[in-house]
């Protein structure tokens, strides 16, 4: 932390020119040298104290993006055009906008806060989910629902039981506070997660095409106005400098305050700013997050006409003590700042008192292409905002294919023991559906509200999660989010591409058309040469799946350093796909609830179990090559469900746990059971894990409609059996009843989490 509280003179910019050689503490602030030189060679002197505190936490991995800024700027190479139009707003903006016809448009966006959550569970994930919701209402959107990406190490080590809970609680509690509906994410452990737990948060807005709004300050003479919480010395560094390191193996080497959130003050945020977007006072704005004013700041004025000036010393505080530095530095949350033009002023001012919102007059817009922040008259920081916020270092980090790679992706699991004979299927199928990966996750999602606002229409533990966007037409949209860690570890390229279609699936089998892309890309530390050629491998591969299934990726973010010492995370690319629903009350649920149904599988199954979770949980392996991707099958597959909507009664992805694990969830969705006569070998059938399949249920009557909607897409039919019964039924194998099975499903959390 820079010291000039306890200096007896505020180092300003005349200070600074005329002490040149005065020692700076850069490197406690996550700088390099060469950095801290490039900064004085851009100034043409050194800087002052609080220029320093704003290119520390401006050009810290989490907030420059310079380690993979080199690999994202391929995402631009897609063309920016969904399936029902160009986007409103994409890559750059705080989240990409959509248009979903009718008028509306919708953003969504998923980002990290893994570090913090190690630190303070709680808060951690709190402020992850505050901080994502305002970058929807950033965009001129009503937020409307979230989700949670989790992943952390072993359900049974002791720092998963002092993390799990509390991240959970701080999702539930921050999100349940703001009125939002939980509804999906995935929680899943491994190994490698333990000491770097995966935090991610997504939100969903929706506004009208009028009412989109850009993170830009232009305009000279229009007034800078911070509202909202006070500012304090919460988080100084919290997100930025903390998320920009290695933690050690007794954990953070950094332990800056992580953020504090208050979920009902952002409740007034959300409203008042959405009151302020109405009445039309608003010509641009940004929300608080990591680098706090430094960001909110240097960001809007850098892609407005280049010009501000603030007086720092009117910012409201909560702590009187704070230095100009740390001022600058917060990461106090529940913060906005928005560019209003004079006249309006009286307006916005007016509207923020009604909610109980403070705001003050911070600065203005002007034409100089200079940032200007005063402290008391004296000016302590005058720089090109550019310079902070975009000319960042660009690294382009040495990369190459792991020395290992090739060993690991020969170890495949055809060599592994199977289980032969009935009993032995009955026990592998019941010991992967108890598992900590496909177990019941109700001990997690009943803590989420996931019906408030009344328009949810699916939620967990469904596919995806879908929402009612217009009561009057019931149109609606579904997301998902997905990534299999494993996958990606045995090939990156590959397991981002399996990411993206198992999400695209999830959103298609409820019978939404896939519209577009936001990832969170959680990697181990980018100066490993292995790791960066994971990251450089996933970006390929997402970018070249999504030119071919035709979605545009509208943004992210990338979580790097997650490791503990030499150990990374498994390479997971989070993806997450929103679909536009035409009218959610003819949506496909994913369990079957009617007896004497016809069970059919779509797609081909392979002997493809490398990576799976039979490989995972029976013999603790990881290796060979994950499933093949088929991109074009993934396409048909897609269109055959959104044309099968009524048609189909159920329709559930196969994914992790293959066939078996599909059986389970759709038996156990609505107690109704089901019998079937497997083709080929019973293993390979059950628990491989191919792509492009889902398994859906259909009357008798309808059986041959389908079978030709499936010769005209080229999508493989297999018939299965049928639904009805008590039990799992697997013809000349073994039979589960749906109550023991229950009982294991739902007992493996609650066990361990007690």
């Known amino acids: 932390m820079p010291e000039s509280r306890a200096a007896s003179t505020l180092d300003t910019v005349s200070v600074a020119a005329s002490d040149p050689q005065q020692e700076q503490p850069w490197a406690e602030l996550g700088l390099k040298a060469d950095e801290y030189q490039r900064i004085r060679e851009i100034l043409g002197r050194r800087p002052t104290s609080s220029e320093l505190a704003m290119y520390s936490v401006m050009w810290s991995e989490h907030c420059s993006y310079k380690s993979s800024k080199v690999h994202l700027k391929q995402f631009s190479e897609i063309p920016q055009v969904t399936p029902v139009g160009p986007m409103l707003a994409g890559i750059g903006e705080n989240a990409g906008v959509l248009d979903i016809g009718q008028g509306y448009a919708v953003t969504f966006k998923v980002e990290s806060h893994n570090h913090p959550s190690y630190v303070e569970p709680y808060q951690g994930a709190a402020t992850g989910v505050g901080g994502i919701v305002r970058d929807i209402l950033a965009m001129g959107a009503r937020p409307i629902a979230v989700m949670d990406p989790l992943r952390f190490g072993p359900l049974d080590a002791d720092d998963t039981s002092r993390v799990l809970p509390g991240v959970v609680a701080g999702v539930g509690g921050y999100g349940n506070c703001l009125g939002l509906p939980n509804i999906g994410g995935e929680v899943v452990f491994d190994e490698s997660y333990l000491g770097n737990p995966l935090v991610n948060a997504l939100c969903v807005g929706v506004l009208r095409h009028e009412d989109l709004h850009l993170a830009k300050a232009s305009g000279a003479g229009n007034q800078v106005i911070l509202y909202g919480a006070r500012t304090g010395g919460d988080g100084i560094g919290g997100a930025s400098i903390l998320a920009s390191v290695t933690f050690d193996e ?3 080497a950094k332990r800056p305050s992580v953020q504090v959130g208050d979920p009902f003050m952002e409740k007034l945020l959300i409203e008042c700013t959405l009151e302020l977007f109405q009445a039309g006072v608003v010509a641009g704005i940004q929300d608080f997050g990591a680098a706090g004013i430094s960001c909110a700041t240097s960001e809007l004025a850098a892609a407005g006409d280049g ?16 230095s100009p530095e740390e001022i600058l530095m917060s990461e106090s949350q529940e913060r906005m700042m928005a560019v209003v033009e004079p006249g309006d002023v009286a307006t916005f001012l007016e509207i923020c008192a009604r909610w109980d919102v403070e705001a003050t007059v911070i600065g203005e817009v002007t034409g100089n292409g200079r940032l200007v922040i005063d402290w008391h008259g004296e000016t302590v920081v005058d720089v090109d905002p550019r310079t902070v916020a975009h000319d960042g270092p660009v690294y382009h980090r040495p990369f190459a294919r792991p020395a290992w790679q090739d060993a690991l992706q020969a170890d495949g699991a055809e060599s592994l023991p199977r289980p032969s004979g009935g009993e032995a299927l009955r026990e592998t199928a ?6 900590p990966n496909l177990c019941d996750k109700s001990w997690v999602t009943d803590q989420y509200d996931r019906y408030v606002r009344g ?15 217009d009561e009057e037409t019931n149109l609606g949209v579904s997301v998902a989010t997905d990534c299999n860690g494993r996958f990606a570890k045995l090939d990156p390229y590959a397991g981002a591409q399996l990411a993206l279609v198992e999400a695209y699936r999830n959103v298609a089998t409820g019978g939404a058309v896939p519209l577009a892309v936001s990832d969170c890309l959680n990697f181990g530390s980018p100066e490993d040469p292995d790791v960066m050629w994971q990251l450089a491998e996933a970006c390929r591969g997402l970018k070249d799946a999504c030119l071919e299934l035709g979605v545009p990726v509208t943004g992210g973010n990338v979580s790097l350093y997650n490791q503990t010492a030499e150990t990374p995370i498994l390479p997971t690319p989070v993806v997450a796909v929103l679909g536009v629903v035409d009218d959610v009350t003819r949506r496909t649920p994913s369990a079957w609830s009617a007896e004497g149904e016809r069970l059919v599988l779509l797609g081909e199954t392979r002997e493809e179990l490398s990576g799976s979770e039979w490989a995972h949980v029976v013999h603790g392996h990881l290796g060979g090559r994950p499933p093949a991707v088929d991109l074009a099958a993934e396409k048909a597959l897609a269109s055959l469900l959104h044309e099968a909507v009524g048609l189909v009664t159920s329709a559930h992805d196969l994914s992790d746990g293959g066939l078996s694990q599909a059986l389970v969830e759709g038996a156990l969705g609505r107690m109704v059971g089901v019998s079937v006569a497997l083709p080929g070998d019973p293993f390979v059938a059950l628990f491989s894990e191919s792509t492009a399949r889902c398994l859906v249920t259909v009357p008798d009557a309808d059986l041959d409609r389908l079978t030709a909607l499936a010769e005209r897409h080229g999508v493989p039919l297999t018939e299965l059996g049928r639904t009805g019964g008590d039990t799992i039924a697997v013809e000349g194998q073994f039979e589960l009843n749906l109550l023991e099975l229950r009982s294991e499903w739902m007992a493996t959390l609650p066990a361990a989490l007690a």
């Not at 501000?308 to 702590?319: A, C, Q």
């Open 250 to 252: 007794d954990g953070p």
């Open 307 to 322: 010009g501000m000036h603030v007086e720092l010393d009117k910012v409201l505080l909560r702590d009187s003590t704070l």
């Open 430 to 435: 019941l010991r992967l559906a108890a598992s």
């Open 455 to 469: 328009n949810t229409v699916l939620a967990q533990p469904a596919d995806s999660g879908m929402l009612r966007i």
